[in-house]
């Protein structure tokens, strides 16, 4: 396996044992200044905050890299990076990464670059395979201390957990891992075509989790059939990835820092410049167990919930009546008129009835996997399946005596 | 079931299903799996040496999450052996296990980092279809098996792979 010899590596590096201050002044030493304009203007309340927080990113790759590197530069507090796999010429065509650290495994190369650009960020970087029975232990492990390095005894030590993978199967562990830990997530993908991409938000227990439903996808407009795939696995564009990163980290940005409109689901389709949304509930016949453990906390949670939504309309309401009653100044001379600068709480275009895991799919999206099927019993008869009985250690002798032959 | 030639169709129906959905995690009921894996195994490979098709030797650790053995092709009258190695993934059986062939790594695109082989666009729509009932078994069948097909006479022709025996003779003449 490439870059082998790290494989059991966790390099923490802890860059600068003092983090600068996060100024707002505006001189050009300050490289916080345009940062920290957001919250002079408005945008954010507390851009500050952004030092409070934990991502970790899951594949140091076209999406991961561009996403690491913009996190970077916005000041986060900790980044964890995972990948196994190390930096080649062939990754030249995508951002980040420079032609000197081919042969570094993704991590090392990420975090050189990384602490370079802001020593104020804490980077922990785990040079390792998520999927194997060992390899999530160890990602479990890593999730679950905090930013001290102290471990939370299961309980998840980070914010956001951000899955830049190239593979339905890291997914579905990105997946497993969140479920267990109960911890917010974002998806991100781009089409092996290169020409289409998505984001996703998963909540578990409240949006629908990796394996509620197939993986949806965005149409390219291209007919897979006509797909020529002879001698590629895939192909891929610095300009679709860097989009994808870009939407992933304004998401993530907007969700930590509180503001705008998180999106639950957002496509991209190059080719015809669409940008499909959509929400996705959970599936209560979902095949993983904790995200139906997550799902029926959540349930349990609606009263509450219930109660904050309908304190929180009567705030509004109160705010809205006290702003009526102010009046408007009784002289105006020069006719002055202020427009109303009230903007739509929405600006998206919403979906009308948000479709269930397995219901309607906007225009433009589409399931990637078909679900499993259930067996015609009639047709498939009891023979067709293995015995439940027998003894493991006899089935095993059994399977060395057929190597034997 | 398109992509697939008519014979591994039909030898992948003859291949006993499995019922118990359980991973790597699961404790007793991956117990109860792992002997499933074993019984569809071993009738597949008694089905191969009956067919005189032995094409693979498999055998895992005790707790079944680490597989390794040998497979196997015959091209030209000679027979190309390479070394097989794959985990369980934790998530098993949602995610069919990624085949791996180390010593064919960096040799053909239709390969993953780390020596892990590329299947077929049709390949995990059919597992995803079929979960749980498809295990190990299934995997060798549908995946390593049409890719060994497809990928070593392509790998002989251009030179990337020489048979043993020609190696030698190299050598010697060298």
Same mark, same amino acid.
């Given at each position: 396996?490439?870059?082998?010899?790290?494989?059991?590596?966790?390099?923490?590096?802890?860059?600068?044992?003092?983090?600068?201050?996060?100024?707002?002044?505006?001189?050009?030493?300050?490289?916080?200044?345009?940062?920290?304009?957001?919250?002079?203007?408005?945008?954010?309340?507390?851009?500050?905050?952004?030092?409070?927080?934990?991502?970790? %990113?899951?594949?140091?790759?076209?999406?991961?890299?561009?996403?690491?590197?913009?996190?970077?530069?916005?000041?986060?507090?900790?980044?964890?990076? /995972?990948?196994?796999?190390?930096?080649?010429?062939?990754?030249?065509?995508?951002?980040?990464?420079?032609?000197?650290?081919?042969?570094?495994?993704?991590?090392?190369?990420?975090?050189?670059?990384?602490?370079?650009?802001?020593?104020?960020?804490?980077?922990?970087?785990?040079?390792?395979?998520?999927?194997?029975?060992?390899?999530?232990?160890?990602?479990?492990?890593?999730?679950?201390?905090? %930013?001290?390095?102290?471990?939370?005894?299961?309980?998840?030590?980070?914010?956001?957990?951000?899955?830049?993978?190239?593979?339905?199967?890291?997914?579905?562990?990105?997946?497993?891992?969140?479920?267990?830990?109960?911890?917010?997530?974002?998806?991100?993908?781009?089409?092996?075509?290169? =020409?289409?991409?998505? %984001?996703?938000?998963?909540?578990?227990?409240?949006?629908?989790?990796?394996?509620?439903?197939?993986?949806?996808? =965005?149409?390219?407009? %291209?007919?897979?059939?006509?797909?020529?795939?002879?001698?590629?696995?895939?192909?891929?564009?610095?300009?679709?990835?860097?989009?994808?990163?870009?939407?992933?980290?304004?998401?993530?940005?907007? /969700?930590?820092?509180?503001?705008?409109?998180?999106?639950?689901?957002?496509?991209?389709?190059?080719?015809?410049?669409?940008?499909?949304?959509?929400?996705?509930?959970?599936?209560?016949?979902?095949?993983?167990?904790?995200?139906?453990?997550?799902?029926?906390?959540?349930?349990?949670?609606?009263?509450?919930?219930?109660?904050?939504?309908?304190?929180?309309?009567?705030?509004?309401?109160?705010?809205?009546?006290?702003?009526?009653? =102010?009046?408007?100044?009784?002289?105006?001379?020069?006719?002055?008129?202020?427009?109303?600068?009230?903007?739509?709480?929405?600006?998206?275009?919403?979906?009308?009835?948000?479709?269930?895991?397995?219901?309607?799919?906007?225009?433009?999206?589409?399931?990637?996997?078909?679900?499993?099927?259930?067996?015609?019993?009639?047709?498939?008869?009891?023979?067709?399946?293995?015995?439940?009985?027998?003894?493991?250690?006899?089935?095993?002798?059994?399977?060395?005596?057929?190597?034997?032959? | 079931?398109?992509?697939?030639?008519?014979?591994?169709?039909?030898?992948?129906?003859?291949?006993?299903?499995?019922?118990?959905?359980?991973?790597?995690?699961? #404790?007793? !009921?991956? +117990?109860?799996?792992? $002997?499933?894996?074993?019984?569809?195994?071993?009738?597949?490979? !008694?089905?191969?040496?009956?067919?005189?098709?032995?094409?693979?030797?498999?055998?895992? #650790?005790?707790?079944? +999450?680490?597989?390794? #053995?040998?497979?196997?092709?015959?091209?030209? *009258?000679?027979?190309?052996?390479?070394?097989?190695?794959?985990?369980?993934? @934790?998530?098993?059986?949602? +995610?069919?296990?990624?085949? !791996?062939?180390? !010593?064919?790594?960096?040799?053909?695109? $239709?390969?993953?980092?780390?020596?892990?082989?590329?299947?077929?666009?049709?390949? $995990?729509? *059919?597992?995803?279809?079929?979960?749980?009932?498809?295990?190990?078994?299934?995997?060798?069948?549908?995946?390593?098996?049409?890719?060994?097909?497809?990928? @070593?006479?392509?790998?002989?022709?251009?030179?990337?792979? @020489?048979?043993?025996?020609? @190696?030698?003779?190299?050598?010697?003449?060298?």
């Amino acid at each position: 396996m490439a870059g082998g010899e790290h494989l059991e590596k966790d390099d923490v590096k802890v860059a600068g044992k003092e983090k600068r201050v996060m100024s707002s002044e505006v001189v050009d030493s300050n490289p916080y200044s345009r940062l920290m304009a957001l919250k002079r203007m408005g945008i954010v309340d507390n851009y500050e905050r952004i030092r409070d927080f934990s991502v970790a %990113i899951v594949g140091v790759g076209g999406v991961g890299s561009v996403a690491a590197e913009m996190l970077t530069r916005c000041g986060i507090g900790r980044l964890l990076l /995972y990948d196994y796999d190390t930096v080649e010429l062939a990754n030249m065509n995508r951002l980040f990464f420079q032609p000197h650290q081919a042969g570094m495994t993704k991590t090392d190369a990420a975090v050189q670059t990384l602490s370079g650009i802001n020593p104020d960020v804490i980077l922990e970087s785990y040079t390792q395979n998520i999927t194997t029975v060992e390899g999530f232990d160890k990602f479990m492990g890593s999730l679950t201390r905090n %930013i001290k390095g102290e471990s939370l005894n299961g309980k998840s030590g980070v914010d956001l957990v951000l899955s830049c993978v190239d593979n339905y199967e890291a997914r579905m562990v990105v997946n497993q891992a969140c479920n267990e830990l109960g911890q917010t997530w974002m998806e991100s993908g781009v089409s092996e075509d290169a =020409v289409s991409g998505h %984001i996703q938000l998963l909540i578990p227990g409240e949006t629908a989790c990796f394996a509620c439903a197939p993986p949806l996808v =965005v149409a390219s407009g %291209i007919d897979e059939k006509t797909l020529k795939r002879e001698g590629v696995c895939a192909a891929s564009l610095p300009t679709t990835m860097g989009i994808v990163a870009g939407l992933l980290v304004q998401n993530t940005l907007k /969700y930590l820092l509180g503001f705008g409109v998180v999106s639950k689901y957002l496509g991209y389709s190059a080719l015809k410049d669409f940008f499909p949304t959509m929400e996705m509930k959970p599936n209560p016949q979902c095949t993983n167990n904790s995200c139906l453990q997550r799902q029926r906390e959540y349930e349990a949670t609606k009263p509450a919930r219930d109660a904050a939504a309908k304190a929180e309309a009567k705030r509004l309401a109160a705010e809205e009546a006290e702003a009526a009653s =102010v009046s408007l100044h009784e002289e105006n001379e020069w006719n002055i008129c202020l427009l109303d600068d009230e903007e739509p709480k929405d600006v998206r275009e919403r979906i009308p009835d948000i479709p269930s895991s397995s219901g309607n799919l906007p225009q433009g999206l589409f399931r990637e996997l078909p679900d499993s099927e259930v067996l015609d019993k009639s047709v498939i008869s009891s023979e067709s399946f293995v015995d439940p009985e027998g003894d493991l250690e006899d089935l095993q002798r059994q399977l060395e005596a057929l190597n034997a032959l | 079931m398109d992509g697939w030639d008519a014979s591994t169709k039909s030898t992948v129906t003859k291949i006993p299903l499995l019922t118990t959905r359980a991973g790597p995690r699961d #404790g007793a !009921e991956w +117990t109860k799996r792992l $002997k499933e894996e074993y019984q569809a195994l071993i009738k597949y490979m !008694e089905m191969n040496k009956a067919n005189d098709n032995d094409w693979f030797r498999i055998s895992s #650790g005790p707790d079944g +999450t680490k597989w390794k #053995g040998k497979c196997w092709y015959v091209h030209n *009258l000679l027979k190309y052996e390479f070394d097989l190695q794959f985990d369980i993934p @934790v998530t098993y059986p949602a +995610t069919a296990p990624e085949i !791996e062939l180390p !010593e064919l790594d960096g040799k053909t695109a $239709k390969m993953y980092r780390g020596g892990k082989i590329c299947l077929t666009i049709h390949f $995990k729509p *059919l597992w995803a279809k079929n979960c749980p009932r498809f295990g190990v078994a299934h995997a060798l069948c549908l995946g390593l098996a049409p890719w060994l097909a497809a990928e @070593v006479p392509h790998l002989v022709d251009t030179g990337m792979i @020489v048979h043993k025996d020609n @190696v030698t003779a190299t050598k010697a003449d060298a």
